[in-house]
């Protein structure tokens, strides 16, 4: 089980070190071990909330997913993405920012860093509506009750989770603003870029999001349908012919699957500035973690872990939230990638604890961990 599932990524991994020890020595090949672990620190989120949507997509999307989701992810957002903003934000074109970024390193850094106050506002803003909208549902389960119960009760205002991320954009944007005009306005034009950038990031998350939300309520629907035929079926005695589920639903989730890793990776590929500016290198070593994000996330469904642990979908949503925080306040302050990191793998390992905390309160009243009793997480 573990070697199918993570086969993959084994193999990437031998190839990907081999390749950078032939580009770059030694040197390189530890550059590229570094950044494989950075990205699989700071993904460990993603893979937790990419499991929560995959699980509910069959054999044929989830082997989707590991095969041409994985050709976007390394290729598109760890290779492609850092050429295209820099193309865009020099205003040159792709070529022109291929050779810049193999034949003058320096300047694609320099380019790269004056592109992410608009990067982090995207992603940032695409991030912090999912963690609002998980936050304000009202749930059976809930880890940290004291902040999630009343929580759920604010969240049936009618679009509160859009009217407090568009205020943090705000905010975000207008202490940028003050910050520039007081360093004699030279980068003024920052504000506007950040502003338009994080409305860029709340459209895509209300068009991606509204759209995969649509059809996975239509899946549902066909699903039900299908149950009372097969019990329809079963009462008359006669063979129920097979119903082929509509593709539209898990194209649409596959699609918001996409959107929300390229989100995630936009602190991978900010962070792996920090340790390299070669960009053979760094698509090396983030790919290779791309690849164990992917077959994480795949594991975590097949063995049902978050079906047993049923924190982790917490944690990793109050990660994620951390995260948007952590990307907006980048805009204007340097914070290392190893706070970053530890941030998530902290909230995704307390919610674990209090998940086998809870299996065994419900072992000792003799009930199973399927079911949607609240026992206190001790939080």
Known sequence: MLLKTFGWSFAVTALGLVAAAFYGG????????????????LSFDNAVVNAGILKKMNAFWQKIFLTVGVLIAVFGMRLVFPVVIVAISAKMGPIEAVDLAINNKDRYQELVTDAHPAIAAFGG???????????????DIQWLRWIERPLAKLGK????SVCIALIVLLITSFTFATHAHQHGGAHVDKAQTVLIAGIAGLITYMIVG?????????????????????????????????????????FFMFLYLEVLDASFSFDGVIGAFAI?????????????GAMYVRSLTVYLVRQGTLDDYVYLEHGAHYAIGALAVILMVTIQYEIHEVITGLVGVVLIAWSFFSSVRRNRALAAEGKGTGEKAEVSSGV
């Open 26 to 41: 030694w040197t390189a090949f530890g550059i590229v071990a570094i950044l494989a672990i950075l990205e699989i620190s």
């Open 125 to 139: 803003m695409f991030l912090l509506m999912i963690f609002l909208d998980f936050i304000f549902e009202d749930r």
């Open 157 to 160: 205002v009618d679009m509160l």
């Open 210 to 250: 509204g759209l995969s939300g649509y059809f996975e309520d239509k899946l549902e629907e066909e699903e039900e349908r299908e149950h009372e035929e097969e019990e329809e079926a079963a009462r008359s005695g006669r063979q129920k012919p097979a119903i082929v589920l509509a593709g539209q639903a898990a």
């Open 276 to 288: 390299t500016n070669d960009i053979v290198l760094m698509a090396l070593g983030l790919g290779i």
